[in-house]
Each structure stands twice: as structure tokens, then as C-alpha cells.
């Protein structure tokens, strides 16, 4: 730098120190929220206090919610932009919203009040106090639709408590959709409430963190008339002066496998979760797709008479990593209320570099358990009884149920004639049996079948190697691994822990659950 450049350097240095010029820094870049706000400067907005919620597309039910402020005549934002979820189909366009679609309505509404599970919080909003006796109405046809009454005052056949033996209504914003006047069967219960967890959808209301929430009822100031904005950018395009939002903050465009996962969901509503974390993992949860549906009926890994229906289900599309160290894009259907818990768990796996050889689906191999096993094919569902025990169903036939890397993770178990010819009498439990008879050890089965090889079944069979589980194997699931409590933390059973047949590919969840015999 010459002489004359440092001085100039220096003056307009000075200057800017004193507070007589404004030098702005070099490439600055505008922040979402600016590109919000500016994009609002024409709006006609009632009130003080803006939620805007911004959707990408049809596609998706991930969406930004961003908190604005008006001061002295300019929209200033208050908060960072807040990750949100919406209804499982996404955003109705305005005036399409009805009843049970499982979209969150655009448009412009108003913010009425704030209720939780607490006798009062931190909030200017009116404050209501939820209990097990506070209903609200969704019965189209009872005349206290779409309001928020006493459960022995009603006469409605179908409602929302307002009060859930889980923290997703812990607190919450009633949003004023549809509620002056009322119009039947155009929607009801529209609020904004924590999400149940990052990336589980709804049946129509904005939800995400519940520090964030907290923060923003604190805010919130009736005196401020607060209103929330939402809808996909292509609603925006197509509103009166709000055709800025449309552009304005939009996300990075998704990587090369969210659009591999998105590309097979393309077209398929009833998204039950859409997660994403940091690391780059991406899964999607939706109800079972009619190609799929028509597969699982073709190979008859689902057919009249199977424990549940199809509609029971859910289809996942989710990344991993492939033993060869590269992510890869893998298939499952599992119960619908497992389609959250297992989507996290696999998201756990992804963090850890957990590989996983293959992830198709079982009707790949035409519904064939054995033909599965052998291409180490990690799978869920099939309608299928228990190896050797037929007429009794499997919990793959649930949905509840998980096999990973069966090659690096065996199925064993003692064959019956050979614990006959050792003498076994067919009620003593097997682990003791096989312990008395000299494999007093923490596994005796898998103890006895190092031992003996040949009078045992190991599935697949081209996992006898790995029945020694002290390999260093990739893929190998070990005992107390953090692979293992990725499942076992969110309610599964691992069967490497069984002790007559040890099976360490194997994660279960209990079935009663699954089917509302048991909480």
C-alpha cells in the first residue's frame, strides 16, 4: 500500500471513530430476517407484533417462523429465525382449509391468547390453564364447534384435550383461524404448541422448540394486536404487497441426498416426520405409498389375515453409511407410531458412522426372510411367523421390529435334537440347561455354539464367523455400544441380550404397545 492510500486509509478511519461517516464493511451480506422485514415494508399488516411462517413448497412441512417487531413505522425482527414444523400435508391455500386434512392454513389471523399446563407463566397474552376436563370442539356437527369448552358441558362426539399426558401443550398460542365467524368444517384447534419432537409433523398447527415458545409468549403484547403470516412462498407471490416474501430468506437448496430421499417421496403426502440433522442425515416418515402398498401385497410380505393393516404403517426414506464409507439412501416400513423413534435412532447411527450394507426393502428379495438375511439386507416389516415356532407371528408382522447387517450379526440358536440328546426335557429354560451342562458362563448358548458348532443354527449361515463377539468388525453390534442404546433409549429390546436364542441383529418393541392393548 503506497503513501497516499495509508493517509486516505486513515482519515476516513478517524471520521468513521467520530461518528461523522458511516463506512460500511466490504461484501456485506443481508440476514434472513433483514430480507424478511424489508420484504414487508409495503405490507398491510394490522398490529405491532408479526409471526411470519414461510414454507419452501408442497413437498415439505419444514418451515421458518420468524418474529417481527414494528417500531416507529419499521418492521425490526426480535428473535433468530425459529426452525418450525406444520401439518402433515403442508399449507392449504387460502380459503381450501377443511377439517381433518392435515394442512395448516395460510393466511393472515390473529393471535387471541396463551394457555399451558401451568396455573399462570410469563406472558401480557390472556392466559387460560389447561386441565384433563378442557376440550376443544372438531365435531362439525356440535354446536360449540371450533371453541375451546368444559368436557362435561359438551356434547361433541370428536375433540382436542387440551391438556395430553405429553409436553406438546405444555404451552401454546391460540391462533384465530376460523373463529370470527365460525364456519363449519372449514378447520378448527389451529395453534402454535412445542413440537413432540424435532421434525414429527402435525394435523395442521405450527410447532417447534419449546424454548423458543416460552420466549415468545414472553414477548407477545395484546396492546400490539399480535398476528402470525404463513404460507408457501407461492402463496406469498400471489398476495397483494406480500409479493417480496415469495424471495425473500429463501434456504440453501437441499444436498445430494435429501434430494435422492425427496425424489422418492415426490408427490406423497401424509408426512409423519421429516428430520434433519447437521451432520447431513435426512429422513421422511409418510403413510405407505400405493406402489408400495401394491408391492407389499404382490410378494405378500402383507396379506389378509396379517395382525395389522397396511394403513398401520409407515414408509421410511432415510440416509446411511455404506460400508464403503459413503452415505447412501435406504428403505423400511415400520408401525406408524414407531416412524419418529426409529428415524431418530437411525439419525444416531448416521452421528456414530454406523455402516449399514444395504437398506431395501424385503419384497427385494420376494418376502423371503432367509434370501434377505444372506444379501445382509437390514429390514423391518413382513408378515411372518417366528422361525420355527409357525402359527406364531414374528414382530416384523407389527411393525415393530428391526433387523441390521444380519451377516455381522447372527441369529443362534441350539437345534432341538441336539438338546435332546443332551438331555433336556423340554422345560428347564435353555440358558440353564445348556449352563449346567458345563458352559457356566455369562452366554452359555453362544458359548456352547462356539464350542459346537455343527449343533447349532446360526442365520444367516454366512454369519458363523461372527458369532465370536469380541470381533472388531465393522457393522458389528456390540453390547452396551451407543449403536445399541440409539434404539434401546427410545423403548426397544435388543435381542443380542436374549439368553436362549441370541439375536444380535434383532430390535423389537412390544407389540401391545403397538396395538393400544397396553400404554
Same mark, same amino acid.
Given at each position: ?12 478511519? $478517524? ?69 418450525? $414444523? ?57 354446536? +360449540? ?38 364456519? *363449519? ?57 406480500? #409479493? ?59 396379506? #389378509? ?30 408401525? *406408524? ?24 426393502? $424385503? ?38 421390529? $428391526? ?104 430390535? +423389537? ?11
Amino acid at each position: 500500500m503506497n503513501f497516499i492510500n495509508r493517509v486516505v486509509l486513515l482519515f476516513f478511519s $478517524i471520521v468513521a471513530l467520530a461518528g461523522c461517516v458511516h463506512v460500511p464493511p466490504q461484501n456485506a451480506v443481508s440476514s434472513p430476517a433483514d430480507e424478511v422485514q424489508a420484504a414487508l415494508s409495503e405490507a398491510d399488516i394490522p398490529g405491532d407484533q408479526l409471526l411470519v411462517v414461510i414454507g419452501e413448497g408442497n413437498n415439505t412441512s419444514r418451515v421458518q417462523t420468524y418474529a417481527l417487531e414494528r417500531v416507529n413505522g419499521k418492521w425490526t425482527s426480535r428473535f433468530t429465525p425459529i426452525p418450525s $414444523i406444520i401439518g402433515r400435508n403442508g399449507f392449504a391455500p387460502s380459503g381450501e382449509k377443511r377439517e381433518g386434512d392435515g394442512r395448516t392454513p395460510s393466511g393472515l389471523y390473529p393471535l387471541e391468547s396463551v394457555f399451558g399446563y401451568a396455573p399462570a407463566v410469563i406472558t401480557k397474552m390472556p392466559y387460560r390453564q389447561a386441565t384433563e376436563d378442557d376440550i376443544w370442539v372438531d365435531d362439525v356437527n356440535a354446536p +360449540d364447534y371450533n371453541t375451546w369448552v368444559k368436557r362435561s358441558e359438551s356434547k361433541a362426539t370428536s375433540f382436542e384435550d387440551m391438556k395430553l399426558p405429553t409436553h406438546v401443550y405444555r404451552h401454546g398460542i391460540v391462533v384465530g383461524y376460523n373463529r370470527n365467524p365460525i364456519v *363449519k368444517g372449514f378447520g378448527s384447534a389451529i395453534f402454535v404448541h412445542v413440537w413432540r419432537e424435532e421434525g414429527k409433523t402435525s394435523g395442521g398447527c405450527i410447532s417447534f422448540d419449546e424454548d423458543q415458545l416460552v420466549k415468545l409468549i414472553g414477548w407477545l403484547d395484546p396492546a400490539r394486536k399480535p398476528m402470525i403470516l404463513m404460507g408457501n412462498r407461492s402463496d406469498f407471490a400471489s398476495m397483494h404487497k406480500l #409479493e417480496k416474501l415469495a424471495t425473500a430468506a429463501r434456504l440453501a437448496p437441499p444436498d445430494a441426498l435429501e434430494q435422492q430421499v425427496r425424489a422418492k417421496l415426490d408427490g406423497v403426502n401424509e408426512r409423519i416426520v421429516e428430520s434433519y440433522s447437521p451432520d447431513g442425515f435426512f429422513g421422511m416418515a409418510v403413510a405407505v405409498p400405493p406402489s408400495v402398498s401394491a408391492s407389499m401385497k404382490e410378494k405378500k410380505s402383507w396379506r #389378509e389375515g396379517c395382525p395389522i393393516q397396511i394403513s398401520d404403517l409407515s414408509y421410511l426414506v432415510l440416509t446411511h453409511w455404506g460400508f464403503d464409507g459413503v452415505p447412501k439412501v435406504g428403505e423400511l416400513v415400520v408401525h *406408524k407410531k414407531l416412524a419418529l423413534p426409529v428415524i431418530k435412532a437411525f439419525s444416531d447411527l448416521y452421528s456414530q458412522k454406523f455402516p449399514i450394507e444395504r437398506m431395501d426393502l $424385503i419384497e427385494a428379495y420376494d418376502a423371503d426372510d432367509d434370501r434377505s438375511m444372506a444379501a445382509n439386507n437390514t429390514s423391518a416389516f413382513n408378515c411372518r411367523d417366528v422361525p420355527g415356532r409357525p402359527g406364531v407371528w414374528s414382530n416384523h408382522s407389527y411393525g415393530g421390529a $428391526i433387523d441390521i447387517n444380519p451377516v455381522q450379526n447372527p441369529y443362534i440358536f441350539v437345534k432341538s435334537d441336539s438338546l435332546n440328546k443332551l438331555g433336556w426335557d423340554g422345560k428347564e429354560e435353555i440358558s440353564l440347561f445348556i449352563r449346567h451342562s458345563g458352559f457356566d458362563t455369562s452366554s452359555p448358548v453362544v458359548d456352547f455354539c462356539k464350542a459346537h458348532p455343527t449343533e447349532c443354527n446360526v442365520l444367516p449361515p454366512a454369519a458363523c464367523l461372527n458369532v465370536k463377539r469380541d470381533l472388531d468388525a465393522a457393522g458389528l453390534i456390540k453390547t452396551d455400544s451407543t449403536t445399541v442404546k440409539a434404539f434401546t433409549n427410545r423403548g426397544f429390546d435388543w435381542g443380542g441380550k436374549w439368553k436362549n436364542d441370541p439375536d444380535y441383529q434383532h430390535f +423389537d418393541f412390544d407389540r401391545d404397545i403397538l396395538t393400544g392393548k397396553k400404554k
